[in-house]
């Protein structure tokens, strides 16, 4: 190094980790993702050029994970700049190991929430049920959101970390009952209370992910975990081809999570309780207009999570169907087809973490709102590779949408910010069952699925309104600061 080298050298960094000197070409961890952390130079001087030795010694909090991480880690420190994968705010030791194991639980959460989306055809072909029974199983099984609500509203008063730990417990047996169905009518049943329960950990991971992350990374933290759930949910379609061995190899399907279990113990054995809840669990409940405000806001993003999931749920709870009556897929295609157009998907939903921490929320989640539902419809339409590469599209340009995630945890206080998040992904859920239920009745009517996409694709169109001249710009903003009534943290 020349001189102006061995200087930089010799300064504390503030990038991808926040340093601090401890004695001469040492530096240890002031700030980052790292349990331990040290830096040091060895430096044998020259006239001009000097050589110089530098040596980092660190472990990541990122449990689970960390191979994969720290891998990507030792390529990108002696670079001393932020890369394209890093958060827009830098992560503590805590917020590293709090997401990490956030998202384990995704995981498991995203296989649980598919299963009876990838089984339900088969489930029917055995029992000889009709595609509008399949509506109605599918949407009896929403009736299960009641079930998250109530967790949602113990979480409130009793700590996220207890709720969520009996929450996947109770997902995780259940959905491995349904694998002794004797019908479509207990395959639902059963479905019913594992989806509640499911539905209940994904949004008490939303809740825990935005009062742990900072102001400049909540997005962020949601797209990981999002990541994480779609990972989960291709393990499902992973295990599908199953399902064409017999008449009964769908089963498979729902025996496979019983195998996360002991996972699942340790990971949430290590989960702290959240600061925030922690920090306002004996401050007083909100009246008059900070209350009426929390309402408002309530009402605005349940109309939102209606009117996108009156398409988005039989968008997605119908394609194999689609693909197996219309278009002649057997189980082992069905996985092909959705894990090849699919899985670019995790593009859009990186992008819409970043962009929306650094470009704002509503832009991104409307574009993914209009332009993935108009894609996804012309793949019900078509066939061959424009019905692979509409769908493509659409999935790509529609995880866009998960910029809209964050908007739940973020305008609520925390006395109230799991029961309002339920409440919304209640009325989400009445607009998926009406879709379920209009779109099985539809494609009984046109014996076709491209009609019936067609006419409720009005639904994210008219989210997408909504979201552009109602929903508030809240990146890059402490949740006390949206939230003014809650004890104020550091918030970095």
Partial sequence: MDDAGLAELRTARDDLVGERPDGPDRFVLDHGPFEHYQR??????????????????FRLSVPVWRPLFTLIMRRALPRRRNPWWSPPSRLDARAARVLSLLAVLQVIDGYLGTVISQTITFAADEFNRTSTAQGVTLAVVRIGVLVALGVM????RHGRRRLLRWAILGAVLLTGLGALSPGLWFLGGSQLFARGLTTGMGILIGVMAAEE????????????LSLAAALGAGMAVWVLPVADLSPQGWRVVYLVPLLSLPLVLAA????PETRRFTANKQTPDLHGAPLRTEYQRLALLATGAFLFLLFASPASQFQNDFLREQRGFNATGISIYTLLTSTPAAIGIFLAGKWADTRGRRHVGAL?????SVFITLSYFFAGPLMWASHLGGVVIGSLTVALGVYGPELFSTHHRA???GTIVTIGVLGSA???LLVGWLHDYFDAYGPAFAIVTLGPFLAAWLVISRYPETARKALEEL?????ELDDV
């Fill in 419 to 421: 029961k309002a998040n």
């Fill in 434 to 436: 009406a879709g379920l």
């Fill in 40 to 57: 040091t130079l060895t430096v044998t001087e020259g006239t001009q050029d000097h050589q110089v030795t530098e040596t980092y010694q």
């Fill in 268 to 271: 949430c054995r290590r989960l």
């Fill in 153 to 156: 509203v113990l979480a409130d």
């Fill in 483 to 487: 939230n003014p009534d809650d004890v």
């Fill in 213 to 224: 992350l900072p102001r400049g990374s909540r997005a962020y933290g949601v797209s990981m």
């Fill in 368 to 372: 993914g709102l209009a332009g993935g």
